[in-house]
Every structure is written in structure tokens, then in C-alpha cells.
């Protein structure tokens, strides 16, 4: 059959056409029956499926980071129990309000037991508040040997407070030495102070947005 067969086939008698054109038109019709449900519904289905299976590789992705985790449990509370050990270790090192004056009087009889002399002794006048401590510098000038301001600095970092001594500076005024330095020492906030200190770094950060 050729294409002039094909043309002079009549549609209302394709109940008798052979069985190539049969063929043929049944082919389109079921090409455009699926081109049509892929358009009108199974693109929708597609979609969905994409979706589906990008939501289930998430979910393996969380499932494993969560497993992960569970297996590691035991070793996450260790080491939190550990950091808390040792923060609670660095906070005994650190006096209370009314330990402050006992734990000066140390720093100036560290110096005065090595024979030096003090010409400034000098707390500031308000301490710098962190979340849960608070620093006091403490402004020196001492005079005497090196050997001794040697053996202060050191008595002073066996003091069993935290204590630094910063910035510091040694004169030579014909053989009389004078060493200033500014010490810092750190106490711990009570539970009122550290509510108090963190309300003022939420209120600053509210201001600060605004």
C-alpha cells in the first residue's frame, strides 16, 4: 500500500480498511492518548515522585547524622561531664566579693616579703563584669632588686587566687630598679550579679538593633 492507497481511504468506512492503516491510526491515537495523560496528569505524578525521592534521600541523610549521634551519646556526656569538672576546677580558683580584700592583702605581702618596696598600690576604682566573672586591675609600682621582683612575680602565680601581672615595665634609675605592672585578679559572680550582667548585654543588644 502506498500513499495514494492511504488518500483514498474513506474514514467513514474504516471498518473495512486493511489492516496497515488499522494499524497505523491506532498507533496515533494511543501516541496522543499518552501525550495527553503525561500533560494533563502523569506530569503531576512525576513531580510528586521527584519530590518524594529527594524528600527520602533527606530523610537518610537525618536519620544517619542522628544514628551517629545516638551511637556517640555516652562519649557526648563524658565530655560534658569533663568541661563541667574542669569549669567547676577554674571557679574555686576564682574568690568570692568577700574574699576580694583577703586575696590584695596577699598580692601586697607577696611583695613586701621579698623586701620590696611599694611606692603604688593602686586597685581601680570599678571592676570590668564579664558574663560570669569580674576583673580587677590592680595598678603597681614596686622598687628593689631583680632578683627579687624575679621572686614576686613568681609568688604571685603560686598565689592559690588567679592573679596576672600585665604590661609590665622595669626602670633602671642608677642601679635602683622599679617594676610597674598592672595585676589583674578575677572573682566569680554570684547568681545576682550574673543575672544582672546578663540582662545589661541583652538590653545593649536590644539598643544596639534598633
Request: hydrophobic content about 40%; proline content about 3%; glycine content about 6%.
Amino acid at each position: 500500500m502506498n500513499f495514494d492507497d492511504l488518500r483514498r481511504l474513506n474514514i467513514r468506512d474504516a471498518g473495512n480498511w486493511p489492516l496497515v492503516p488499522k494499524m497505523l491510526i491506532l498507533g496515533a491515537i494511543f501516541l496522543a492518548i499518552v501525550t495527553a495523560g503525561g500533560f494533563l496528569d502523569w506530569r503531576d505524578q512525576l513531580e510528586m515522585l521527584d519530590k518524594s525521592q529527594d524528600d527520602e534521600v533527606k530523610l537518610r541523610q537525618a536519620y544517619s547524622e542522628k544514628k551517629a549521634k545516638a551511637v556517640n551519646l555516652e562519649l557526648y556526656v563524658q565530655q560534658l561531664r569533663e568541661i563541667e569538672q574542669s569549669f567547676g576546677a577554674l571557679l574555686k580558683q576564682l574568690p568570692n566579693k568577700s574574699e576580694m580584700d583577703a586575696l590584695l592583702t596577699d598580692i601586697n605581702q607577696a611583695g613586701l616579703g621579698r623586701g620590696l618596696q611599694f611606692e603604688l598600690f593602686r586597685p581601680a576604682s570599678q571592676e570590668r563584669l564579664a558574663e560570669f566573672y569580674a576583673e580587677l586591675p590592680i595598678s603597681v609600682r614596686v622598687t628593689g632588686t631583680y632578683h627579687d621582683m624575679g621572686a614576686f612575680a613568681s609568688d604571685v602565680a603560686q598565689l592559690p587566687r588567679i592573679v596576672t601581672l600585665n604590661d609590665i615595665g622595669i626602670l633602671n634609675d642608677k642601679g635602683t630598679l622599679t617594676m610597674e605592672a598592672t595585676a589583674k585578679t578575677f572573682r566569680y559572680l554570684d547568681e545576682e550579679e550574673v543575672a544582672k550582667q546578663r540582662k545589661a548585654v541583652k538590653d545593649a543588644k536590644e539598643k544596639g538593633k534598633k
